[in-house]
């Protein structure tokens, strides 16, 4: 009898330790207040190393046999990528791509591009970028000041983000993975595409002063955009909240368009980046 009493008391105690180490400590219960909390993180990355793919997909059916875009838009791929280091405090980079347009490579080498790729550095007041093997040419650009601290622009838009997940997203906690080697939490946020447009309408009308979407052009977006969702997956290292990987998922079914009655185009786009190197000494110079 005490030894059942016993194993019964240990039973009870492994399911409240189980408990416990399911709940983390350093972020809410709550996914979707963890995320927000997790947004407001990002704002303590100085710098990092990045590397992004961009992937689109499309796929047109009923489109007329006489329109010259039905046969590349049946089955449509194309992707970019590009990576390097990336200073947020000066707002600098140095960033390597390629792109990849599937069936329409071709225009490309029409136009002269055999090799499209590129190198960007953003160093200061100049942009350097060498296209397609070219050699390097730059140009001034003008950024907002910087005060040795994350700028004020970055500052808005990580509150534009906590404010777009506080009022169009849903989120749940995933399984925990590892990283790169880093035990990270995994996130999912869905947002509804239309109370997103609503979101970046409302904060273009109070940052810019613009007049914003108007009702019209909602309302024919909810028609297009109702079977369409927009999926955001990211693994967040467990003792610093910072992202390690994110996934965005643009999936759109878009269905009755003016110019294209009785066609449904599928648009799928994916964007995976990988962050590493996060605050570490990044050397960024104006390329030889």
């Not at 046969?71 to 990528?81: G, M, Q, V």
């Not at 140009?139 to 506080?166: N, R």
Request: glycine share 6%; net charge negative; with cysteine.
């Amino acid at each position: 009898m005490k030894t059942r009493v016993v194993l019964i008391v240990l039973f009870t105690l492994s399911l409240i330790l189980a408990a416990c180490q399911q709940q983390p400590s350093n972020i809410p219960p709550d996914p979707l207040e963890a995320v927000k909390k997790i947004a407001d993180t990002q704002k303590d990355i100085k710098t990092q190393h990045v590397e992004v793919r961009l992937d689109l997909g499309i796929k047109a059916t009923g489109l007329p046999a006489n329109d010259p875009s039905a046969n590349f838009l049946k089955d449509f791929k194309a992707n970019l990528t590009f990576g390097g280091d990336v200073d947020n405090v000066k707002q600098d980079f140095a960033l390597k791509g390629a792109l990849d347009l599937g069936q329409l490579n071709a225009l490309l080498t029409m136009q002269g591009i055999d090799k499209p790729e590129g190198e960007f550095v953003k160093l200061g007041d100049k942009l350097y970028y060498n296209v397609a093997g070219k050699g390097w040419q730059s140009t001034d650009v003008t950024m907002p000041a910087s005060s040795g601290s994350i700028t004020s622009s970055q500052q808005l838009s990580m509150a534009q983000l906590s404010e777009i997940l506080k009022n169009a997203a849903k989120a749940e906690k995933l399984a925990d993975e590892t990283i790169d080697g880093v035990s990270s939490y995994h996130f999912k946020v869905t947002l509804n595409p239309i109370d997103l447009i609503k979101q970046i309408s409302q904060m273009a009308q109070s940052t810019t002063g613009s007049s914003g979407v108007d009702q019209a052009s909602l309302d024919q977006a909810q028609k297009y955009l109702k079977d369409s969702v927009v999926e955001v997956d990211m693994w967040v290292g467990k003792d610093d909240l910072f992202v390690r990987q994110e996934k965005i998922s643009f999936n759109l079914n878009l269905k009755d368009l003016p110019e294209l009655q009785g066609a449904t185009v599928a648009v799928n786009f994916l964007v995976t980046a990988n962050l590493s190197k996060i605050n570490q000494p990044v050397a960024i110079t104006a390329p030889q």
